[in-house]
């Protein structure tokens, strides 16, 4: 690098270029690429200083340990970010800022750089904003919605900071709208961009922006939704030929529909779970499938009126399909859409659920490695056994394998949520009237119930508890007897015990459990 300018652009542009992976960043990082690199970005050539932005920007790109250590490095007693911002300013020329405002994002990303840090709120995200102008080139504008979504994506006060600067969602909705070729000739920057085909490059990088912008606020969805025609455009783009396209709106829908307001309202009227059906079945790329099987499990939530139509479109047994991928996100998202879909459902649904994943696989998901996986399972076998005459009826036809499958999880070492999810399904098990046999004619059970009674985690405890409450309630048929059997376990003396407990919600759990007794 030291030979001369010409060596410095060629160096810089040559690690720029192949700088592809992990390993590669690691191995510039480890061989002082940084402080070599750091002097390169106060070059009087601008052929030199463009290739080092380059070069930092892929050095820095997901990889924490390589931004770190170039916002911690320093040139002249300037650190690199402080360096970096000063190419943003306005006397430098596009291509410069939007090049420094890249690397910005990608330190912040890399959590070198705060969020709320000024050189984020009021140089990088602005200059963002900026680029997305119609006076900028439409390769800018691309860069500039795709970069912004990039940084704002899992900050809530980013996103609540940037949906009200520069009419942003009023911009990137043009994006979508853009048709006419002819404004190539004048807005792009080489001819090569003449070949692309910018309508599908701006509706991507839209709906990457849209997604991020409305990641967590209902507002901000709520904005974005009232763009004209937005959901038209985002079921035309689920289906896109464009893979770009297609995975982009489906990550915006995905975005969407984390909305109540908009799943009862805007949802209803269109059927977007159509395109989202056909693109799970098509065999799609896995990312497009676990973020298309995301949005599924959000529209198949209680309250979202178009969960009767998927249900009728067969959603039960894509859904089982999902739980035997070998990807552990689509097993999660097929066993948390069955999960959703098992919610206050009429019985034949529960059934159908039931029947269509069957006990084996059950099982297998309750031996999964992902306790995310077990969490949802059992949220299923929960949700399953739910409403009286439900849980008598599921009982009868599988109590034994679900008792079963009760002591399995409580036996191994799994968390306390995963523990206190387990004791909530022998509750709802024993506030059946046939189905609580179950329990009162299993020893293994019952003692495990004991156990957990004292139990350093009052999250046990109370479960336990409210599961021997509902077991023993006076105005159930059969409760002597059952109070009787649990006395001789010496429940009776458990309780008298707990009423000890500084837990408010336990002490009158236990309150309320003993005056059953009598």
């Known amino acids: 690098m030291s030979k001369s300018v010409c060596t410095q652009e060629c160096i810089t542009t040559i690690f ?115 680029m997305c102008k119609k006076d900028r080139t439409l390769e800018e504008n691309v860069e500039g919605a795709e970069t912004l979504a990039f940084l704002i994506e899992g900050d809530a006060q980013l996103q609540q900071v940037a949906s009200v600067s520069d009419h942003i969602i009023k911009t990137l909705a043009e994006y979508i709208r853009y048709t006419d070729v002819q404004q190539i000739n004048t807005r792009a920057m080489h001819r090569k961009a003449q070949d692309t085909n910018w309508s599908n490059e701006l509706k991507q990088a839209a709906f990457k922006a849209f997604a991020s912008l409305g990641a967590n606020d209902e507002e901000i969805r709520k904005k974005i939704i009232e763009t004209e ?49 056909s693109q799970i079945m098509q065999h799609c790329p896995e990312h497009l499938v676990g973020v298309a099987s995301s949005t599924m499990c959000n529209l198949l939530l209680e309250f979202s009126p178009g969960k009767e139509s998927i249900l009728e479109s067969g959603a039960i047994e894509i859904l089982v399909g999902l739980t035997t991928r070998v990807e552990p996100e689509l097993r999660l998202n097929g066993i948390w859409g069955l999960m959703n879909m098992a919610f206050q459902a009429e019985h034949k649904v529960k059934t159908q659920i039931i029947e269509s994943v069957g006990i084996e696989q059950l099982f297998r998901l309750l031996s999964d490695q992902d306790p995310n996986i077990l969490m ?103 409760a002597y007897k059952r109070q009787q059997k649990l006395k001789d376990l010496g429940v009776l003396k458990l309780l008298q015990q707990l009423l000890n407990t500084t837990d408010a919600t336990l002490f009158e759990k236990v309150k309320t459990t003993l005056h059953q007794f009598t």
């Open 16 to 130: 720029a270029n192949c700088c592809r992976t992990v390993e590669h960043q690691n191995a510039l990082c480890r061989n002082s690429a940084i402080p070599a690199l750091a002097p390169l970005l106060t070059s009087s050539v601008y052929k030199v200083q463009m290739p080092t932005l380059k070069c930092f920007a892929v050095l820095c790109y997901q990889n924490e340990e390589a931004a770190r250590a170039t916002a911690a490095a320093s040139y002249n007693g300037e650190s690199i970010s402080s360096l970096l911002v000063r190419l943003l300013n306005r006397d430098k020329t596009s291509e410069m800022q939007m090049a420094a405002a890249k690397c910005l994002t990608y330190l912040c990303r890399g959590g070198a750089i705060s969020p709320q840090d000024h050189i984020i709120m009021l140089n990088t995200m602005p200059t963002l904003i900026r």
């Open 229 to 277: 025609n937005l959901m038209d455009h985002i079921i035309v783009g689920v289906s896109s030929e464009d893979m770009k396209v297609k995975g982009a709106a489906i990550r915006c829908l995905h975005s969407m529909s984390r909305s109540v307001q908009q799943l009862r309202t805007t949802f209803q009227d269109h059927s977007v779970w159509k395109p989202l059906m």
């Open 376 to 478: 949802k399972t059992l949220g299923l076998i929960r949700n399953l056994l739910s409403n009286k005459p439900h849980i008598d009826s599921i009982m009868s036809g599988y109590g034994t394998q679900i008792m079963q499958a009760a002591v399995f999880i409580l036996e191994g070492d799994h968390t306390a949520d995963i523990k206190e999810q387990t004791l909530c399904i022998l509750t709802n098990v024993a506030d059946g009237d046939q189905a609580r046999d179950y329990i009162i004619g299993n020893e293994d059970v019952l003692k495990k119930l004991t156990t957990y009674m004292v139990h350093t985690n009052v999250k046990l405890q109370i479960a336990a508890t409210t599961c021997i409450s509902n077991l023993v309630w006076n105005e159930e048929e059969g």
